[in-house]
Nanobody
């Protein structure tokens, strides 16, 4: 199996910044995509940002211009100008090739709380 280890969450004031990280236990050569999702209380888990092995990135509209994803194998999410509505559990995700099969893995989640 593939383990995803996340870090970097915490409590920050509005307008502040954090850098989340996620390290995969498997070689990046077998990873198709990695990304970050959020899950707020009472909501469904949704995409924040994703990066593919070819370098293509995509972002949710509500974080464009504030969040940046980078890396592969170990990926980072730089989050700037945080707003209270960004408060959620952030989950790392990886799509990994096993021969001709792609399997999806999730990290344990890291809490981001934006409050004054």
């Amino acid at each position: 199996h593939v383990q995803l280890v996340e870090s970097g969450g915490g409590l920050v004031q509005p307008g502040g910044s954090l850098r989340l990280s996620c390290a995969a236990s498997r070689s990046k050569a077998s990873i198709n995509t990695m990304g970050w999702y959020l899950e707020a209380p009472g909501t469904q888990r949704e995409l924040v940002a994703q990066i593919a092995a070819d370098g293509i990135t995509q972002y949710a509209n509500f974080v464009k211009g504030r969040f940046t994803i980078s890396g592969m194998g170990t990926v980072y999410l730089q989050v700037d100008n945080l707003k209270p509505e960004d408060t959620a559990v952030y989950y790392c995700n990886a799509a990994v090739r096993w021969g001709k099969i792609e399997r999806i893995y999730w990290g344990q989640g890291t809490q981001v709380t934006v409050s004054s």
